[in-house]
């Protein structure tokens, strides 16, 4: 298990040569980012599904707060922001190939609502 000192920053790039072309999985990671952290209007060049296992915050204006998480769309501008509290701990992982959208409408996320429980 790893230390809470360790776990500020943790990603794992998996090597996507091996992986099919139609759907992968690019990366896992977990992170801490500090209170008030903040991304402003970033485009995304990869779909990436964040889950927040604690804290609150922001993502494209709408509310988060433990246990909801946001998908973030390859191609689409995006924000998010960290409350003031600082207690914000998120795990993600980000997948690409020709299919992912296809593999994640049939999981039930709709294109237009990045924020799910």
Same mark, same amino acid.
């Given at each position: ?9 943790? %990603? %794992? ?8 072309? *139609? ?16 991304? *402003? ?17 922001? @993502?494209?204006?709408? %509310? ?13 501008? @995006?924000?998010?922001?960290?409350? *003031? ?8 992982? %980000? ?14 996320? *709709? ?7």
């Amino acid at each position: 298990m790893l230390r809470r000192l360790e776990l500020n920053h943790l %990603a %794992a790039n998996i090597c996507e040569e091996r992986w099919p072309e *139609d759907f992968f999985v690019r990366e896992v990671g977990c992170s801490q980012p500090t209170a008030g952290f903040h991304v *402003d209007n970033v485009l995304s060049k990869r779909v990436v599904l964040h889950f927040l296992f604690k804290g609150r915050g922001v @993502y494209n204006g709408a %509310a988060l707060s433990a246990g909801q998480g946001f998908l973030i769309a390859s191609g689409e501008p @995006y924000s998010f922001r960290v409350s *003031d509290e600082g207690d914000w701990m998120q795990y993600w992982i %980000a997948l690409g190939g020709a299919r992912v959208n296809d593999v994640l409408s049939g999981f039930g996320f *709709d294109a237009r609502n990045h924020v799910f429980d």
